[in-house]
């Protein structure tokens, strides 16, 4: 890729330096001395002038060097006062004529030269301002091109996207041998749109095809098309493509499609639209350019809902590829890739940390590591261990430790029956993941304490019984205030939230409500891959609407009641296992199996109790 040099102030200013330093020199050597008329008629009468050069006005001359040698001697000027100076002139022998001889070579270094300097960078800015100014540049693509040396990313370093890798494996071998699929008649798909949610690896699968290909790789944002200027939008499309012909076999590579193919009509007040047109010249331009000579169009958007439907249709984007959320198993081959680029000391256990991260994307594990190599470095090891990424998961998943926030003997005690009532709870029932950790620490912005959990295996299904148990768990902190103290405190805010919408999802989207039956409530149209927002009423009666809230009022009072079931019926375990938290502020998962295996053992209790919670939060 040509490497791009930016205008500066600087190459003026060294340039206007230049231009008066040589100017400075060729007057210093062409410097003439003005003299009074009177010291001329004195210079000529004790014979030091050589020859003179008069004019109507004044007298220029050159005087004999006083050494006596050979080099010619200074010139003077003169105001010219009496016509009769040539009898002066004839008695001393003195060379005159009506005219000096002119030094032509001065004249090209006193005029030419600086003339030449100065166009010179004039012609230098304007390049540079060319170059960088858009209004110089109109309809002109503003794509980075990366030609085959400069693209080192290949497949082996997108991890946890086997399926999506396989799909563009095909992509590479087009590029490589297109007579293959062209001799019995076949065409690559024109478009290739990958979709996924942020963070998954979009953009990197699409270098890595093209360093496998080894062809260029054209790459844009799809904000880059649309400007102020009608019509410009449209002139880079057509640009781009027009560049791409010329260098193919290539890739053309657009990032956040939705910027430029949103569908058109939406949000459009009247008038024309400029992104409108800019997506049907894109339009045109999938449609006119012939497949077969090298150029593949791709595009990454984590919002496919809101594209045109003339983009996807086939002979456009005629291929979607998914790029989902790593599994297990992608997560461990990750977390390996961005391992192997730092120092680690010890065992570090992939595996172990990808259970920990259920639901992280590959930027998420990147940064996670990232906050593991700075965290070794803050405690001045040279080597980071499994102790700063247990510790960099946590930071990430529950916040920054607050050591410094002080909190009140009392507050600390709610705190910590809070968090026990939810695993206490959670080990009662069936279908939970084990505890990682209970913490008193205060993290982030407002938790004043957490429970992590970490699950056994990959789910993608939930029962109705799991979901009920799961929102009994998140409801078990508040009960354990209740039975404990008398009184609630604010802390739960965040539990109940979230057990609200999970109550509320059972019963408008999971049809698990018996007086609704299998009917799903929620119509409105959420972002695939991006956080849903709050949906407005759906299209139902205004009795339907009473009759969800009773439901999920009823949800909720249930599992409420069978948290304060559980929790009276183990308020021993809850207090004595309170006292241990509140000395040692954090327990792990396995010292508090043995504890509550102890107390359980001296109680002979008849419920199984097995490690589990989800990580819950108490805020203030």
């Known amino acids: 890729m040509e490497k791009q040099h930016k205008f500066s102030l600087w190459y003026v200013l060294l340039g206007v330096w230049l231009v008066l330093l040589l100017h400075n020199m060729i007057a210093s050597a062409l410097m003439v001395e003005n003299i009074p008329y009177s010291e001329f008629v004195k210079l000529v009468k004790e014979?030091?002038?050589a020859e003179i050069a008069?004019?109507?006005?004044?007298?220029?001359?050159?005087?004999?060097?006083?050494?006596?040698?050979?080099?010619?001697?200074?010139?003077?000027?003169?105001?010219?006062?009496?016509?009769?100076?040539?009898?002066?002139?004839?008695?001393?022998?003195?060379?005159?004529?009506?005219?000096?001889?002119?030094?032509?070579?001065?004249t090209i270094m006193s005029?030419?030269?600086?003339?030449?300097?100065?166009?010179?960078?004039?012609?230098?800015?304007?390049?540079?301002?060319?170059?960088?100014?858009?209004f110089m540049t109109i309809g002109k693509n503003k794509a980075k091109i990366y030609m085959e040396d400069d693209v080192s990313i290949r497949f082996k370093d997108a991890a946890?996207?086997?399926?999506?890798?396989?799909?563009?494996?095909?992509?590479?071998?087009?590029?490589?041998?297109?007579?293959?699929y062209t001799r019995v008649g076949g065409q690559i798909p024109r478009g290739i749109l990958l979709v996924g949610p942020p963070g998954t690896g979009k953009t990197l699968l699409a270098k890595a095809v093209a360093g496998e290909s080894g062809v260029p790789f054209f790459s844009l944002s799809g904000s880059e098309f649309v400007e102020?200027?009608?019509?410009?939008?449209?002139?880079?499309?057509?640009?781009?493509?027009?560049?791409?012909?010329?260098?193919?076999?290539?890739?053309?590579?657009?990032?956040?499609?939705?910027?430029?193919?949103?569908?058109?009509?939406?949000?459009?007040?009247?008038?024309?639209?400029?992104?409108?047109?800019?997506?049907?010249?894109?339009?045109?331009?999938?449609?006119?350019?012939?497949?077969?000579?090298?150029?593949?169009?791709?595009?990454?958007?984590?919002?496919?809902?809101?594209?045109?439907?003339?983009?996807?249709?086939?002979?456009?984007?005629d291929r979607q590829v998914l790029v989902d959320r790593p599994d297990k198993s992608g997560r461990t081959d990750i977390l390996k890739i961005y391992l192997d680029k730092v120092?680690?000391?010890?065992?570090?256990?992939?595996?172990?940390?990808?259970?920990?991260?259920?639901?992280?994307?590959?930027?998420?594990?990147?940064?996670?590591?990232?906050?593991?190599?700075?965290?070794?470095?803050?405690?001045?090891?040279?080597?980071?261990g499994m102790a700063e990424i247990e510790e960099a998961v946590e930071r990430v998943v529950?916040?920054?430790?607050?050591?410094?926030?002080?909190?009140?003997?009392?507050?600390?005690?709610?705190?910590?029956?809070?968090?026990?009532?939810h695993a206490i709870v959670a080990m009662a029932l069936p279908g939970t993941d084990p505890v990682q950790k209970i913490s008193i620490i205060p993290r982030g912005i407002a938790a004043l304490g957490y429970t992590m959990q970490v699950p056994t295996e990959e789910r993608f299904l939930m029962r109705k019984t799991e979901l009920n148990n799961r929102i009994a768990t998140l409801l078990g902190g508040r009960a354990a205030e209740e039975l404990v103290f008398n009184d609630i405190s604010t802390g739960a805010h965040n539990d109940l939230a979230r057990a609200t919408d999970m109550a509320r999802s059972m019963v408008k989207e999971y049809g698990m409500s018996e007086r609704l039956g299998p009917v799903y409530f929620a119509h409105k149209r959420q972002p695939q891959f991006l956080n849903p927002i709050p949906e407005a009423r759906g299209e139902y009666s205004d009795e339907t609407a009473r009759i969800i809230d009773e439901e999920v009022r009823r949800i909720i009072d249930d599992q409420?009641?069978?948290?304060?079931?559980?929790?009276?019926?183990?308020?021993?375990?809850?207090?004595?296992?309170?006292?241990?938290?509140?000395?040692?502020?954090?327990?792990?998962g396995p010292a508090l199996a043995d504890l509550l295996t102890s107390v359980q053992a001296e109680k002979n209790d008849s419920h199984p109790i097995r490690p589990d919670t989800q990580p819950e939060e108490v805020a203030a």
């Not at 639901?359 to 040279?382: C, S």
């Not at 296992?577 to 000395?583: C, K, R």
């Open 398 to 421: 529950a916040g920054l430790e607050k050591k410094n926030r002080l909190i009140n003997p009392a507050e600390k005690e709610i705190v910590a029956h809070h968090e026990l009532g």
């Open 560 to 588: 409420y009641a069978v948290a304060l079931a559980i929790l009276r019926e183990n308020m021993d375990l809850l207090k004595r296992t309170a006292i241990q938290l509140l000395e040692d502020e954090v327990i792990e």
């Open 343 to 384: 120092e680690t000391e010890g065992v570090i256990d992939a595996e172990k940390i990808a259970g920990m991260t259920a639901g992280m994307v590959g930027a998420d594990l990147a940064n996670l590591v990232n906050e593991a190599a700075l965290l070794a470095v803050r405690r001045n090891k040279e080597r980071l």
């Open 228 to 317: 102020m200027f009608v019509g410009l939008g449209a002139a880079r499309v057509r640009d781009l493509f027009k560049e791409a012909k010329e260098k193919a076999p290539c890739i053309i590579f657009i990032d956040e499609l939705d910027a430029l193919g949103k569908a058109r009509g939406i949000g459009m007040a009247g008038g024309h639209d400029e992104r409108e047109q800019t997506l049907n010249q894109l339009l045109v331009e999938l449609d006119g350019f012939d497949p077969n000579v090298g150029v593949i169009l791709m595009a990454a958007t984590n919002r496919p809902e809101i594209l045109d439907p003339a983009l996807l249709r086939p002979g456009r984007f």
């Open 160 to 180: 946890g996207v086997d399926e999506a890798r396989q799909e563009l494996e095909e992509v590479t071998s087009f590029l490589q041998e297109p007579g293959r």
């Open 111 to 134: 005029w030419v030269i600086p003339i030449a300097l100065f166009f010179g960078i004039w012609m230098f800015m304007m390049r540079r301002f060319q170059q960088q100014s858009g």
């Open 54 to 106: 008069i004019s109507e006005n004044d007298i220029q001359g050159r005087m004999i060097p006083s050494d006596g040698s050979s080099e010619k001697g200074a010139l003077f000027r003169t105001v010219r006062v009496d016509p009769g100076i040539s009898e002066l002139l004839e008695e001393n022998n003195v060379t005159y004529s009506g005219r000096i001889e002119s030094n032509f070579l001065g």
């Open 47 to 49: 014979g030091k002038v």
